[in-house]
C-alpha cells in the first residue's frame, strides 16, 4: 500500500497499464514511507527489458498531465538512472503493477545499467567530479548588492525577474552569471524554483538565500547552461529529494549528498547543442511573456490616461486634438471638469461606489479530503499573481459542495480576500479566470470573490484594471487586518469610490482591451505548449535517448 487516495491510485494503475504493461512500476519515496503532505509528488521507477522510448515517455507524461490527479507524478526509467539511486530506491519500494513479462535478467534482478545506447561515449559521472558545487564567491563584508530571495524565484522559470538591493552580512549564498541556483529546502526544490543567473554585469557577485545550492560548470568540462538544464532534470531531482535531511518540514538537501548524484555526460560541444536545443524553447516562452507584459502595459496605460489622469479631457481644455486618438473618439470626452467629493473629475462622469454596479460571491470553504479527483477545481490565490493577473496552473480538483451562483464562468472576474504576504502583494489583485479543458466547472476557495457586474456596459476588463490601479490598492490595504494572515473585511471593495465614465467611452475601452486580453491568451496557450514540449525532451536529451540531430522538426517554426 502507498499513501494515495484509492480513486488516485485507479487513476496511476490504468494510466500505466495502457502505456508500459510489460513494465513492472515501482513506488518509492514519501508516499511509499507514508510521510508524504498533500502536495507531494508520486515517485515511480519503471523497470522494462529495455529503456522507454521517447514516445512512451511523452505518452506517460501528456497522460498524467492530462488526468485529474491533484499532484505531480515524476517517471524515472531503471535503465536512465545511476547505480546510486538504485540503490537509494531499493530500500524502500513498493510494486504498484507486476509486468505482464519479465525477462530472466529482471527476475535474477541484474537490471542493465545506466546506459545510452545511441551515444557510447557518454561517461556515467558524478557531479561533483564535474560541477562546481557552491564555488567560492568573494564579496566583501556590509557591501550593498544584488540580492536574490527564494520568495523572488518563480516555479519551474529561468529568468530572474525580481530581486533586491541588500548588503551582504557575510553569509548565504555568492554567485555570477553563469550559475545556477537550486533551491535545496523543502518545500521549494519539489516546487521546482531554480534560476539560472544571466542578469548581473561583467565580474559582479550577487548574494542570496542561504537555501540555494550553487552550481557551477568547470572550464571544458562542463557547460553552464547544461549544468542549469541537468538541475532540472527529475532524475537529479529526485536523487535531492531523497537525500534531505533534518526534521519534517524543514528538510534540506546536503550540498555533499549531491555531488554523488551519477548521470551520463556528453561532451562538452553536444552539452553545448543541448543547452541551445532546450534554451530555444525557454527563449520563446521568455519571448511571450515580455509580449505579454507590454501588452498588458498597453491597455494599463490607456485605462490610467483615460480614467485615471484624465489626459484627454486636459488636452481638450488646452485646444488640442488628443494624441493617438480619432476625431470621433475625442469627442465622446469633456473639455472642462467638474467638482465632486473626489476632487475635479470631468464633466458628465458621476461618483460611483463599486458596491453599487457588482454582485459580489463568497468562495467556498474546503477541507483537504475534498481535493480528490474530480471535474470541478477550486480556484484559490494561488491562482493569482503577485501584483494581479490569472495563474492557470494552481488549480486543485474540488469534490465538495457549492452553490450554483459560485460556480465561475470563463471570462470572470475573481479578487483575493486574504494574503499571506506581509507585503499585501495578493490582497486586494484581481484576476480574469479562464476555462481549462481538464474541468468542467471551477469555484472559488474562501479566499477569493467572484465580482459580477450588474450591468453589461461595466466590463470586466474595466474592473480589472479599475482594480489594478494604486488608489484601489491603497483604498483595500486600509481594510486589511490580520498580522501573519491578512483579511479583507467585507466593506473594502464594495466601499470604494471612483469617477464613472459615460456608457460610450466604457465601451470604447472595452473594444481597445479585449483584442489586448485575447492576444495574451493566446500567447500563454502557445507557452503551456512549448513547456511540455521542453519537458517532455528534457530527460531524453539528457540521457542521450535522443540525438540532437532528432530534434529539428520539433524546433522548426520557433
Same mark, same amino acid.
Request: glycine content about 6%; proline content about 6%.
Given at each position: 500500500?502507498?499513501?494515495?487516495?484509492?480513486?488516485?491510485?485507479?487513476?496511476?494503475?490504468?494510466?500505466?497499464?495502457?502505456?508500459?504493461?510489460?513494465?513492472?512500476?515501482?513506488?518509492?519515496?514519501?508516499?511509499?514511507?507514508?510521510?508524504?503532505?498533500?502536495?507531494?509528488?508520486?515517485?515511480?521507477?519503471?523497470?522494462?527489458?529495455?529503456?522507454?522510448?521517447?514516445?512512451?515517455?511523452?505518452?506517460?507524461?501528456?497522460?498524467?498531465?492530462?488526468?485529474?490527479?491533484?499532484?505531480?507524478?515524476?517517471?524515472?526509467?531503471?535503465?536512465?538512472?545511476?547505480?546510486?539511486?538504485?540503490?537509494?530506491?531499493?530500500?524502500?519500494?513498493?510494486?504498484?503493477?507486476?509486468?505482464?513479462?519479465?525477462?530472466?535478467?529482471?527476475?535474477?534482478?541484474?537490471?542493465?545499467?545506466?546506459?545510452?545506447? +545511441?551515444?557510447?561515449?557518454?561517461?556515467?559521472?558524478?557531479?561533483?567530479?564535474?560541477?562546481?558545487?557552491?564555488?567560492?564567491?568573494?564579496?566583501?563584508?556590509?557591501?550593498?548588492?544584488?540580492?536574490?530571495?527564494?520568495?523572488?524565484?518563480?516555479?519551474?522559470?529561468?529568468?530572474?525577474?525580481?530581486?533586491?538591493?541588500?548588503?551582504?552580512?557575510?553569509?548565504?549564498?555568492?554567485?555570477?552569471?553563469?550559475?545556477?541556483?537550486?533551491?535545496?529546502?523543502?518545500?521549494?526544490?519539489?516546487?521546482?524554483?531554480?534560476?539560472?543567473?544571466?542578469?548581473?554585469?561583467?565580474?559582479?557577485?550577487?548574494?542570496?538565500?542561504?537555501?540555494?545550492?550553487?552550481?557551477?560548470?568547470?572550464?571544458?568540462?562542463?557547460?553552464?547552461?547544461?549544468?542549469?538544464?541537468?538541475?532540472?532534470?527529475?532524475?537529479?531531482?529526485?536523487?535531492?529529494?531523497?537525500?534531505?535531511?533534518?526534521?519534517?518540514?524543514?528538510?534540506?538537501?546536503?550540498?555533499?549528498?549531491?555531488?554523488?548524484?551519477?548521470?551520463?555526460?556528453?561532451?562538452?560541444?553536444?552539452?553545448?547543442?543541448?543547452?541551445?536545443?532546450?534554451?530555444?524553447?525557454?527563449? +520563446?516562452?521568455?519571448?511571450?511573456?515580455?509580449?505579454?507584459?507590454?501588452?498588458?502595459?498597453?491597455?494599463?496605460?490607456?485605462?490610467?490616461?483615460?480614467?485615471?489622469?484624465?489626459?484627454?479631457?486636459?488636452?481638450?481644455?488646452?485646444?488640442?486634438?488628443?494624441?493617438?486618438?480619432?476625431?470621433?473618439?475625442?469627442?465622446?470626452?469633456?473639455?472642462?471638469?467638474?467638482?465632486?467629493?473626489?476632487?475635479?473629475?470631468?464633466?458628465?462622469? @458621476?461618483?460611483?461606489?463599486?458596491?453599487?454596479?457588482?454582485?459580489?460571491?463568497?468562495?467556498?470553504?474546503?477541507?483537504?479530503?475534498?481535493?480528490?479527483?474530480?471535474?470541478?477545481?477550486?480556484?484559490?490565490? +494561488?491562482?493569482?499573481?503577485?501584483?494581479?493577473?490569472?495563474?492557470?496552473?494552481?488549480?486543485?480538483?474540488?469534490?465538495?459542495?457549492?452553490?450554483? @451562483?459560485?460556480?465561475?464562468?470563463?471570462?470572470?472576474?475573481?479578487?483575493?480576500?486574504?494574503?499571506?504576504?506581509?507585503?499585501?502583494?495578493?490582497?486586494?489583485?484581481?484576476?480574469?479566470?479562464?476555462?481549462?479543458?481538464?474541468?468542467?466547472?471551477?469555484?472559488?476557495?474562501?479566499?477569493?470573490?467572484?465580482?459580477?457586474?450588474?450591468?453589461?456596459?461595466?466590463?470586466?476588463?474595466?474592473?480589472?484594471?479599475?482594480?489594478?490601479?494604486?488608489?484601489?490598492?491603497?483604498?483595500?490595504?486600509?481594510?486589511?487586518?490580520?498580522?501573519?494572515?491578512?483579511?479583507?473585511?467585507?466593506?473594502?471593495?464594495?466601499?470604494?469610490?471612483?469617477?464613472?465614465?459615460?456608457?460610450?467611452?466604457?465601451?470604447?475601452?472595452?473594444?481597445?482591451?479585449?483584442?489586448?486580453?485575447?492576444?495574451?491568451?493566446?500567447?500563454?496557450?502557445?507557452?503551456?505548449?512549448?513547456?511540455?514540449?521542453?519537458?517532455?525532451?528534457?530527460?531524453?536529451?539528457?540521457?542521450?535517448?535522443?540525438?540532437?540531430?532528432?530534434?529539428?522538426?520539433?524546433? @522548426?517554426?520557433?
Amino acid at each position: 500500500m502507498i499513501d494515495l487516495n484509492p480513486k488516485h491510485f485507479e487513476i496511476v494503475q490504468h494510466i500505466l497499464a495502457k502505456y508500459v504493461p510489460k513494465c513492472e512500476v515501482r513506488a518509492f519515496g514519501s508516499r511509499v514511507k507514508w510521510t508524504a503532505k498533500d502536495y507531494s509528488d508520486l515517485d515511480l521507477a519503471v523497470v522494462g527489458s529495455k529503456p522507454l522510448t521517447l514516445r512512451q515517455t511523452g505518452q506517460l507524461a501528456e497522460a498524467f498531465e492530462e488526468s485529474n490527479l491533484p499532484i505531480r507524478v515524476d517517471i524515472l526509467d531503471w535503465h536512465r538512472i545511476s547505480e546510486e539511486f538504485k540503490k537509494i530506491i531499493t530500500e524502500e519500494y513498493e510494486v504498484i503493477q507486476g509486468p505482464e513479462t519479465v525477462t530472466a535478467n529482471e527476475e535474477s534482478g541484474t537490471i542493465p545499467k545506466n546506459s545510452t545506447p +545511441k551515444n557510447n561515449r557518454w561517461d556515467v559521472v558524478k557531479l561533483g567530479d564535474v560541477v562546481q558545487i557552491n564555488p567560492r564567491r568573494t564579496l566583501p563584508k556590509k557591501e550593498k548588492a544584488f540580492h536574490l530571495a527564494m520568495r523572488d524565484v518563480e516555479v519551474y522559470r529561468r529568468k530572474i525577474t525580481s530581486h533586491s538591493s541588500k548588503e551582504f552580512r557575510g553569509s548565504g549564498a555568492r554567485f555570477q552569471n553563469g550559475d545556477t541556483l537550486l533551491a535545496r529546502i523543502t518545500p521549494c526544490l519539489e516546487n521546482g524554483k531554480t534560476v539560472y543567473v544571466d542578469c548581473l554585469k561583467p565580474n559582479q557577485i550577487g548574494h542570496g538565500s542561504t537555501e540555494f545550492i550553487v552550481l557551477s560548470g568547470i572550464e571544458d568540462k562542463t557547460d553552464n547552461l547544461f549544468i542549469y538544464y541537468l538541475a532540472r532534470d527529475p532524475s537529479l531531482r529526485t536523487f535531492a529529494i531523497h537525500s534531505m535531511q533534518g526534521s519534517t518540514g524543514r528538510q534540506r538537501v546536503d550540498a555533499n549528498s549531491l555531488r554523488l548524484f551519477e548521470f551520463p555526460l556528453p561532451p562538452i560541444e553536444e552539452q553545448r547543442r543541448i543547452a541551445h536545443i532546450l534554451g530555444t524553447l525557454d527563449g +520563446k516562452i521568455e519571448l511571450n511573456r515580455q509580449m505579454n507584459e507590454t501588452l498588458e502595459a498597453t491597455a494599463r496605460a490607456i485605462f490610467k490616461s483615460w480614467f485615471v489622469d484624465f489626459d484627454p479631457v486636459k488636452t481638450k481644455m488646452e485646444g488640442r486634438k488628443p494624441a493617438c486618438m480619432d476625431t470621433e473618439t475625442a469627442a465622446l470626452f469633456p473639455s472642462a471638469f467638474q467638482d465632486s467629493p473626489l476632487g475635479e473629475i470631468p464633466q458628465g462622469w @458621476e461618483v460611483e461606489k463599486i458596491g453599487n454596479l457588482v454582485e459580489i460571491v463568497k468562495g467556498r470553504s474546503y477541507r483537504s479530503r475534498e481535493l480528490t479527483e474530480s471535474d470541478v477545481a477550486l480556484v484559490s490565490i +494561488k491562482s493569482i499573481r503577485r501584483g494581479g493577473g490569472y495563474l492557470p496552473d494552481n488549480l486543485r480538483p474540488y469534490t465538495g459542495k457549492y452553490n450554483p @451562483e459560485q460556480v465561475i464562468t470563463p471570462g470572470e472576474l475573481v479578487i483575493a480576500y486574504t494574503d499571506l504576504t506581509q507585503e499585501a502583494e495578493i490582497l486586494g489583485k484581481p484576476a480574469i479566470v479562464r476555462g481549462d479543458e481538464k474541468y468542467q466547472t471551477l469555484v472559488p476557495s474562501l479566499h477569493l470573490r467572484i465580482i459580477r457586474p450588474l450591468e453589461s456596459t461595466v466590463s470586466v476588463r474595466f474592473l480589472y484594471y479599475l482594480f489594478r490601479e494604486r488608489r484601489f490598492q491603497s483604498h483595500v490595504y486600509g481594510y486589511a487586518t490580520g498580522t501573519t494572515v491578512l483579511g479583507l473585511s467585507k466593506d473594502g471593495v464594495p466601499s470604494y469610490q471612483f469617477a464613472l465614465p459615460p456608457e460610450k467611452i466604457r465601451c470604447l475601452f472595452d473594444s481597445v482591451a479585449k483584442p489586448l486580453f485575447d492576444k495574451i491568451e493566446s500567447n500563454e496557450n502557445e507557452s503551456r505548449t512549448l513547456a511540455h514540449t521542453r519537458d517532455t525532451l528534457l530527460p531524453k536529451l539528457l540521457s542521450g535517448e535522443i540525438r540532437v540531430s532528432e530534434t529539428d522538426e520539433i524546433l @522548426e517554426g520557433i
